[in-house]
């Protein structure tokens, strides 16, 4: 199994500003997802990232507000921009394991916008 | 299209009770279903898997069999524990060269008192 670290663990920002979340994958992996959570709910894919592409953003998530980096293979991040407390929810990264037929997930960014 | 519908919560029980959380699905083709665990304060944990019709996944007592004439993978326990408190989230994702983004239900709150 891949063992998944995000950072920060948790953050509290102020309205307009932007936060970069990390990613960082034990081993090399060909797609990385972010998800959100937001309180409350179920989680919402926001892009597919795959390592030397162009993210691939779900609709409603647009690369100005949520840009994707992806620069090596177990390693990607996600910048939340010009934030409002609509924002505010966990964000979760999580890999592919195609062998296994499973997906694992980081323990998560939880982001409070104030 | 493709999507997850679980029971509503939360649920309640006392300790050693048994325990039913409903899931139902819509898919386009034949997916993969999981049932992912959220401990309180921590990331997604995947609990247990099912990859073709009548296959039973089962892990930590807690089993959910894939049902393709109802569309459904409920899971159940025989009897609960406190640890068992959590968020338990049903998915479906397609296998293939890749399984993609996972389709998520809302999660459904167990809490199990002693």
């Known amino acids: 199994s891949a063992v998944i670290s995000q950072k920060p663990s948790r953050d509290i920002c102020q309205r307009g500003t932007s936060l970069t979340i990390q990613c960082q994958v034990d081993?090399?992996?060909?797609?990385m997802f972010w998800y959100r959570q937001q309180p409350g709910q179920s989680l919402t894919l926001i892009a597919t990232a795959n390592q030397g592409s162009e993210a691939t953003y779900e609709s409603g998530f647009v690369i100005d507000k949520f840009p994707i980096s992806r620069p090596n293979l177990t390693f990607s991040t996600l910048t939340v921009s010009n934030m409002s407390p609509e924002d505010s929810s966990i964000y979760l990264c999580s890999v592919e394991d195609s062998e296994y037929n499973e997906q694992f997930f980081g323990p998560g960014t939880r982001l409070t916008v104030l | 299209g493709n999507s997850v519908t679980q029971m509503e919560g939360p649920v309640t029980l006392s300790e050693e009770a048994f325990l039913t959380i409903n899931c139902t699905y819509t898919?386009?083709?034949?997916?993969?279903l999981f049932w992912y665990v959220q401990y309180p304060g921590e990331g997604l944990q995947l609990l247990l898997k099912?990859?073709?019709?009548?296959d039973k996944g089962s892990n930590k007592g807690f089993e959910a069999t894939y049902r393709k004439e109802t569309t459904s993978f409920h899971l159940e326990k025989g009897s609960v524990q406190v640890s068992d408190s959590a968020v338990y989230f049903c998915?479906?994702?397609?296998?293939?060269?890749?399984?993609?983004?996972?389709?998520f239900g809302r999660g459904t709150q167990l809490t199990v008192w002693p």
């Open positions: 898919a386009t083709g034949y997916p993969s």
């Open positions: 099912a990859t073709k019709a009548d």
């Open positions: 998915a479906l994702g397609y296998r293939g060269s890749t399984l993609g983004r996972l389709y």
């Open positions: 081993s090399q992996v060909t797609m």
